[in-house]
């Protein structure tokens, strides 16, 4: 039943959708879930070492959790109660589990400490995790379209970074 955390790790990054079911449906699979997320904010964290220092490293591992929570409670309320299909049926915990494996592309950032390639190698990982949250959110929402899946993660991704501003307004001010 339960693979290596590695191989879902790989598999995850391969965009496998039976991987998203799989961890959609193991309840146990929270603190691997978790630990992507963690190994994901390090490669990053890694990749910006030589200007953001160890406070990026922590902080950049700090916020990405967090990120990921906010993440997938917003996913959960827009694509279960804003853009459900017949089918759809989920809870956070499913999101929690399938978002957090979709951050696995992100450790790829870690080769960003080579500085000519940084920025490729973020772009790269940014895209790669986008493509993975989208596989993600239909597997988890039981989509039967794809492009509902990336209409959620558009919304979900705009009322972040709006709800991000009006942090960063109110810390500034």
Not at 1 to 15: C, E, F, N, P, V
Not at 33 to 44: F, K, R, T
Request: one cysteine or more.
């Amino acid at each position: 039943m339960s693979q290596s955390w590695t191989d879902r790790m790989i598999r995850a990054a391969k965009l496998e959708s039976e991987l998203y079911e799989e961890v959609e449906a193991d309840e146990g699979a929270l603190g691997q879930a978790a630990g992507v997320v963690v190994l994901s904010g390090l490669g990053a964290g890694v990749g910006t070492l030589s200007f953001a220092g160890w406070g990026g490293l922590i902080g950049g591992t700090i916020s990405g959790l967090a990120g990921w929570v906010i993440w997938a409670y917003l996913v959960y309320l827009i694509g279960t109660r804003l853009l459900p299909e017949e089918q759809t049926e989920a809870n956070p915990g499913q999101l929690l589990r399938t978002l957090g494996f979709a951050s696995a592309p992100g450790i790829i950032r870690a080769l960003g400490i080579i500085p000519f390639a940084r920025t490729p190698v973020f772009l790269v990982g940014s895209v790669w995790m986008l493509f993975a949250w989208v596989v993600a959110v239909r597997q988890a929402l039981d989509y039967r379209s794809t492009l509902r899946a990336v209409v959620v993660c558009l919304i979900g991704w705009l009322v972040q970074m709006l709800l991000l501003y009006i942090l960063h307004l109110l810390l500034r001010g």
